[in-house]
Every structure is written in structure tokens, then in C-alpha cells.
């Protein structure tokens, strides 16, 4: 092409000037600042929340986990050993709910089997059990004080 000649858009949008191309917000949220912001994320994380209580892995991690985090006060001697007990049982729920988001994404695409969505699902998979070993240990550590060898 001549360097003289301007160039012109291609797809959708030739024939538009660079202000027409897009809205200004094309995602509502970023347009909103402050308070209203914040509230309108509030609402969507309990709606992940919600989604998340549909599933069983999650509804039983987080069962256990009203019981387990007062328990974490209880068991810890300082506020570093009270924030690890507690800090590994919330790691779980926050694990299992980004597993469950790739699920969901994955389905969304498509629920044909591809190598790439099932391996995308096993690293999720692989996370959660990393974060119950995690949990795991760091509980068994916390007990271990209470059965002396």
C-alpha cells in the first residue's frame, strides 16, 4: 500500500471513525467508580458464591469449614498458627471455586472431549487436591501437639 493513501479498517467497523468503533464501556461495570462499583461486585461474588453452593464438593468443603474455622482459634497458640489453620481451609474453598469456574468455562465451550479441556480440568482437579495436602498438613501439625509421641 502507498504510504500516501491512509489506511482503512477492516471488518465491521470500516467506514467508522476510531470514537464510533466502540462504546465507551463495552463491560457496564468498568463505567461505574466508588460505592456503586463496590456494591455491584458484592452482588456478583455472592452470586459466585451461589453458584458455587450447587456444587457438592463445594457445599462439604464449606461445611466443614464452619466447623473447622472457629476451631482454628481454638487450636492456633499465636495469631501466625490461628491465620495458617485458617488460611488453608479458605485456600480450599478459593480453589475449589476457580476449579469450578474452568469447569464451567470448558463446558461452555463445549462439551465434546478435547485434550485440552480435559487436561485445563485435571490441573484444576490437581490444584484442589494440592490445596486439601496443604490443609492437610497443616492441620495434622496443629493436632500433633495434643497426641505426644
Avoid at 24 to 44: C, D, I, L, P
Avoid at 84 to 93: K, Q, R
Avoid at 114 to 131: I, Q, Y
Wanted: charged letters at 20%; a positive charge.
Amino acid at each position: 500500500m502507498p504510504p500516501d493513501k491512509p489506511r482503512r479498517p477492516l471488518g465491521d467497523n470500516a467506514g467508522m471513525s476510531h470514537r464510533d468503533a466502540l462504546p465507551e464501556f463495552v463491560n457496564e461495570q468498568k463505567g461505574r467508580t466508588g460505592f456503586s462499583r463496590m456494591w455491584h461486585a458484592a452482588g456478583y461474588s455472592m452470586a459466585g458464591l451461589r453458584a458455587g453452593w450447587d456444587e457438592a464438593a463445594f457445599r462439604l468443603e464449606a461445611c466443614l469449614s464452619f466447623l473447622m474455622l472457629p476451631l482454628a482459634f481454638f487450636l492456633g497458640r499465636g495469631w501466625v498458627e490461628v491465620a495458617l489453620l485458617a488460611g488453608s481451609v479458605l485456600l480450599v474453598l478459593i480453589v475449589e471455586l476457580l476449579n469450578t469456574a474452568i469447569e464451567a468455562a470448558i463446558d461452555r465451550i463445549g462439551l465434546e472431549r478435547h485434550p485440552l479441556s480435559k487436561r485445563a480440568k485435571d490441573m484444576g482437579s490437581a490444584a484442589v487436591f494440592l490445596s486439601l495436602l496443604f490443609a492437610g498438613g497443616v492441620w495434622l501439625t496443629a493436632l500433633a501437639r495434643f497426641f505426644p509421641a
